[in-house]
């Protein structure tokens, strides 16, 4: 899979956030910085996503209203430990993060964060 | 207030009284019961006993009286049966037996005399000049002379002295005769008054008719009750005794005791005041009285002092639990306070962290061609730029809300304070340059190593330095920052020379929200989570404070109980 992220290629993200504006517009904003962003609005949709597509890179909100973000990051590692998981929380709390990086996440960012912040972590994960 | 005050003085009195009444009564009660009962059995025994007593020595003396009379009579029948009339009417004879029996006895018989039965006195022996006295029409001889023998009342006689007469008849040449002998009073009055106990006990007999047969010690009536019911009634003397109380005139009680002598004849009868007999009894009564009295009033002098030391225990308790109460309320308010900001920030984070995308996309498309000659552009720039800078705002507010309502890093370290400090003012140094203010720093050598979390005590120093800043950002100032060890504890100074709080401000610095920095510069938690944080490390923090002086916060922080092994610090 690394080997497939060249320079030219673009960077393949899959975007989870329950907050439909928010997803939408990170999307848009990651896509007209060279990635091809694929946003879904629930965990059960990213599940799905991945089944069908790979990517390089996810980025995961904590908390969602279907499914625990910590839950989806369990099932994402399972299935594909290669894939880099970057995690989103909108709580505040550093601990949330810290549970992430304990359950394989690359990393994580407290909302609301500054874009340049998550285009910087997303290029070190696919690296 | 007032009426709060009266309420709970109202409280502890009827406390204070309940107690005192339940001690009072549980103790006096079984003291009371216990020594009535014993004082009832003993009243009762003592009774028997004194009773019991008085019977037996009146009955030893009635015994004693008629042995006595019997025996006197005896030594008259020995005379007249051991020697011939003839004999006794010699009066040389006869005085010389008068002598023998005076020498024997003592003055018991006062004289001897032969009365024929004319009742002519033909032989005499005695002091009296008596001889040839008659006697024929004297009761004693008309008695005497209807029987074998026989003893008189006492009476006065010839001689006008008071005597009773023993007689013995005797059968002699066809003729009866009489031989008498007369007792002396006084030794037969010895007899009875020496029957003495206390003050008012005497002893005294009568005769059926009523009339003494001895002097009795004090004055008395004799013909009324309750020597007439003595006499009216001689089935009643039960073993020859009889024991009876009556009340006399003056309405003091007297025991009687009474018992027959001479065949009924005569009455010996013992009498003694009841408080006298039961002098002892009394002495007991008042002495136990006395000490019932004595320990009621200990009792009610302890009872008073232990309930007033219990309501005053209770007292303190309660207050101490008020002020715990009132702890408790203040925490659980800062807890609320703490739960409704964690839910405001993280509902306020998802559209703030919306808004800020958003601005970015438009800054985003502005770099498009299409847009980049247009007019307005730097326009949206700063326009885009101020949301991102208000974003950024929120999301302080937020954090620091967060922060109030998180649990901190909580964990217990070795802190050296000193190093701490040190690094404190290093990160404000710069600010303290912007601000033009110095930095004067005055901490005490070889402080012990405190035991705290190392985060929050960072969170409170670095937050009151912050103030200090602040407060003196516009004129500058000096800033001082001191440490020294005091009785158990570390006392950490941060003064500045700013412009002070107002007296109407102080109570409520530590207050949730209070701030009075311009709307956007404070959230008005930074003190108040300092507040919690010093409580629960169980320190104080004190601020002094005058309008244009300056403030001076004073942080106590308590050393570990025991002495901690010294190890290296963070």
């Known amino acids: 899979m690394l080997d497939k992220v060249g320079p030219k290629e673009k960077i393949r993200v899959l975007l989870v956030d329950d907050e439909i504006p928010f997803a939408d517009v990170v999307a848009k904003r990651l896509g007209k910085r060279g990635m091809a962003v694929t946003p879904v609005y629930t965990g059960t949709a990213a599940i799905q996503a991945i089944r069908k597509h790979d990517f390089d890179v996810a980025v995961l909100d904590l908390k969602m209203e279907d499914m625990d973000g910590i839950e989806v990051l369990k099932i994402f590692k399972k299935a594909y430990p290669e894939m880099a998981v970057i995690m989103l929380t909108g709580h505040g709390s550093e601990q949330a993060g810290k549970d992430g990086l304990a359950n394989g996440a690359f990393d994580y960012l407290t909302k609301p964060c500054e874009l340049e912040d998550l285009v910087k972590k997303i290029h070190e994960a696919a690296r | ?570």
């Open chain 2, 1 to 570: 207030m007032n009426q709060d005050k009266d309420t709970h003085n109202g409280y502890y009195y009827s406390l204070t009284r309940n107690m005192l009444l339940v001690i009072i009564l549980v103790a006096i009660t079984p003291m009371i019961v216990v020594s009535s009962i014993i004082l009832y059995q003993f009243d009762i025994s003592y009774h028997e006993k004194v009773q019991a007593h008085l019977e037996e020595l009146v009955l030893k003396h009635k015994q004693q009286i008629d042995s006595f009379l019997r025996q006197r009579l005896g030594d008259i029948r020995l005379l007249t049966s051991t020697f011939s009339l003839e004999e006794l009417r010699n009066e040389s004879f006869l005085r010389d037996r008068l002598e023998l029996l005076q020498q024997i006895y003592g003055p018991v018989f006062v004289d001897l005399g032969i009365i024929n039965s004319r009742g002519i006195q033909v032989a005499y022996a005695g002091p009296f000049k008596l001889g040839q006295a008659h006697y024929s029409d004297a009761k004693w001889f008309q008695m005497a002379m209807k029987s074998d023998y026989y003893k008189s009342d006492v009476f006065l006689g010839l001689r006008g002295l008071p005597h009773f007469i023993i007689a013995v008849k005797e059968n002699c040449c066809g003729e009866e005769w009489i031989f008498r002998a007369t007792i002396d009073f006084v030794a037969f009055n010895n007899l009875v008054e020496n029957i003495r106990i206390g003050e008012t006990g005497f002893a005294f007999i009568l005769n059926r008719k009523g009339e003494f047969q001895t002097k009795p010690l004090f004055d008395l009536i004799p013909n009324k009750e309750p020597y007439t019911d003595f006499l009216g009634d001689s089935d009643k003397f039960k073993g020859g005794v009889r024991i009876i109380e009556r009340d006399d005139e003056s309405g003091n009680r007297v025991i009687y005791v009474g018992a027959l002598l001479k065949h009924g004849e005569w009455l010996l009868v013992y009498q003694q005041k009841a408080s006298d007999a039961f002098s002892d009894l009394r002495r007991t009564l008042r002495v136990t009285i006395a000490i019932v009295v004595l320990a009621g009033i200990c009792i009610v002098v302890i009872a008073f002092i232990i309930s007033r030391r219990m309501v005053n225990r209770v007292a303190e308790a309660d207050r101490e639990k008020e002020m715990i109460t009132e702890q408790v309320v203040e925490t659980g308010k800062l807890a609320s306070v703490g739960e409704l900001a964690s839910g405001i920030a993280h509902e306020i984070n998802n559209p703030v962290a919306i808004m800020v995308e958003e601005a970015g996309w438009i800054e985003d498309l502005l770099e498009e061609e299409e847009f980049r000659e247009g007019k307005n552009l730097d326009e949206f720039k700063r326009a885009l730029e101020q949301i991102r800078t208000q974003g950024r705002r929120c999301k302080e507010i937020t954090h620091k809300l967060l922060s109030f309502a998180r649990k901190t890093d909580s964990r217990i370290q070795n802190v050296q304070l000193n190093d701490l400090v040190e690094e404190l003012i290093a990160l404000s140094a710069q600010r303290a340059k912007f601000a033009n203010v110095d930095i004067n720093v005055n901490l005490q050598e070889n402080l012990p190593i405190l035991h705290v979390s190392q985060t929050e005590l960072q969170q409170i120093l670095l937050n009151l330095i912050n103030n200090a800043l602040d407060a003196m950002e516009k004129t500058g100032g000096n800033l001082a920052i001191s440490t020294h060890l005091e009785e158990g504890h570390i006392i950490v100074g941060v003064a500045d020379n700013g412009p002070g709080i107002p007296e109407s401000n102080i109570a409520r610095i530590f207050d949730p929200f209070f701030t009075t920095k311009p709307v956007g510069k404070g959230t008005g938690l930074g003190l108040s989570i300092c507040y919690g944080i010093i409580k629960k490390m169980g320190g104080d923090i004190v601020v002094r404070s005058k309008v244009n002086s300056g403030t001076t916060f004073s942080v106590k922080i308590p050393l570990p109980e025991e002495k901690m092994p010294k190890q290296s610090t963070t």
